[in-house]
Structures are given as structure tokens and as C-alpha cells.
């Protein structure tokens, strides 16, 4: 995996995160969606919930858990960028802010993905 452009990567795991959350129940609202504060990978409707997805996507976790990558700096973003989304759509659903990890040691070639998904993973 190391020699993939971590983009190409990213949207790799993103695409597996994504068939994931369609299999566990939930609606794909949007993808990759930007705002001036930043971009959040995957929102998600289940149940009363809109879900903020951001993806990690790792060789392994040898190193660190992948959602270890999403540090403070990058949760406000994420908030900040939800905010924008949830005023620009109007929704009165609950916001939630999952992190789904997808492991691959064969990078993409990886037939079956480890994936770790954690729901309110920012805590707030």
C-alpha cells in the first residue's frame, strides 16, 4: 500500500466503508462533501440519526488504530464542516460523528477488509 497515491487509497477505503454502512442499514446521503472548513467522507442517515463518517484507511494497525489519526485539529474541522451541512439541509436529526477504520494489508487487492466501525467516536 505503500506505493499507492494515498488519494487513490483513501477513495478505495471510502468505496468499502460505503458498501459497509448501505449492508448495516444505512442511507447514503452524500459523499466527500466540502465546505470551507474542511470535507467529511461520508454522511449517512440511520434511523433518527445524520452520521458524519470520516474513513481511515490503513495497511494494518501495527503503528496506531487508524481513528488515532483523527485528532482534535481534525474533529473540528469535521464538526465545523457538519454544522455547515445540517444548516444548509435544515435537518432536525440528531448528529452523530462515527470513524469507520478499514484495514487492508494488501492494499487494494484486499479481497475482504478488516473493518472497524465506531459509532460516536468523537464523544461528544
Known amino acids: 500500500m505503500n506505493n499507492i497515491d494515498p488519494r487513490k487509497r483513501g477513495k478505495w477505503g ?5 458498501d459497509y454502512l448501505r449492508k448495516n442499514g444505512y442511507h447514503i446521503v452524500a459523499t466527500s462533501f466540502r465546505s470551507r472548513f474542511g470535507e467529511i467522507d461520508i454522511i449517512a442517515k440511520q434511523h433518527n440519526y445524520i452520521v458524519f ?3 481511515k484507511t490503513r495497511k494494518n494497525a501495527n503503528f496506531a488504530h487508524a481513528k488515532e489519526f483523527v485528532g482534535n485539529a481534525k474533529q473540528r474541522k469535521i464538526i ?5 451541512w445540517i444548516m444548509k439541509n435544515n435537518t432536525d436529526m440528531q448528529p452523530r460523528f462515527d470513524v469507520i477504520e478499514v484495514y487492508a494489508k494488501d492494499g487494494e487487492l484486499t479481497v475482504t477488509p478488516d473493518i472497524n466501525h465506531i459509532e460516536n ?3 461528544i
Do not use: L, P
Open 53 to 55: 463518517v470520516e474513513v
Open 14 to 18: 471510502e468505496g468499502i466503508a460505503r
Open 80 to 84: 465545523s464542516t457538519a454544522n455547515y
Open 121 to 123: 467516536a468523537f464523544g
